[in-house]
């Protein structure tokens, strides 16, 4: 059975505190990685896509990386507005295009 | 990017009633859809993967005759919450696949 799991559930840190949020999975077989952020009501916004080990993607203070085993999401430098909820999803190479969700992280930086 | 819109953002109805909710691609065809639904602080979950031209595929233990789906054109799926109780309140959120899956913003419903 394919599984996402991401830890840790929640993350408090102080403005310009860096820190990695981990993503772990297990797929019979890997199309693509997904990250994404979502605010409080809000619909997920799609962050970034990973195909491959070894694959990194940056977007300002955010920078995925990826293994066989896990993703993981680091933060540097982060401000406040870079607090919500960080989505890891995995797309199976089996189940057309439907997306296996972890269950998230709740990032809060502090001023 | 890709635009995924809802309507309504937000929606109160009383028990017993139905409920439409649309999910429209703006800027792109999709031949799929997806249906979401999430709880406070939980994740998203699957409920329904709505196929334009064809019946719509229904995640195990999500009741196909109470989450009525219906993918009317290439930028158009509908869901129907039919008799609603306040069990079913709940953010429903839809995605369509453009390389990537995009997202709505998300349609909160409240039975009373």
């Known amino acids: 059975e394919d599984q996402v799991t991401q830890s840790p559930e929640a993350l408090r840190l102080q403005e310009g505190e860096s820190s990695s949020l981990n993503c772990s999975y297990t797929v019979s077989g890997l199309r693509g990685l997904f990250w994404y952020r979502q605010d409080p009501g809000k619909g997920p916004e799609f962050l970034f896509t990973l195909y491959s080990a070894g694959e990194e993607k940056e977007k300002e203070r955010l920078k995925a990386t990826l293994t066989k085993k896990e993703s993981f999401l680091h933060i540097t430098a982060p401000k406040p507005e870079d607090s919500a909820t960080y989505l890891c999803a995995v797309h199976p190479i089996q189940g057309a295009q439907k997306l296996v969700f972890g269950q998230g992280t709740r990032l809060t930086i502090n001023p | 990017g890709a635009v995924v819109s809802q309507h309504p953002s937000w929606v109160i109805c009383k028990s017993g009633t139905s409920v439409k909710i649309e999910c429209r691609s703006l800027d792109f065809q999709a031949t799929t859809m997806f249906w979401y639904r999430q709880f406070p602080k939980q994740s998203l979950m699957l409920m329904a993967t709505s196929n334009e031209g064809s019946k719509a595929t229904y995640e195990q233990g999500v009741e196909k005759d109470k989450f009525l789906i219906n993918h009317a054109s290439l930028t158009l799926s509908t869901l129907t919450v039919t008799s609603a109780h306040p069990e079913d309140s709940s953010f429903y959120i839809c995605?369509?696949?453009?390389?990537?899956?995009?997202f709505g913003p998300g349609t909160r419903l409240l039975v009373l």
């Open positions: 995605s369509a696949p453009k390389g990537t899956q995009y």
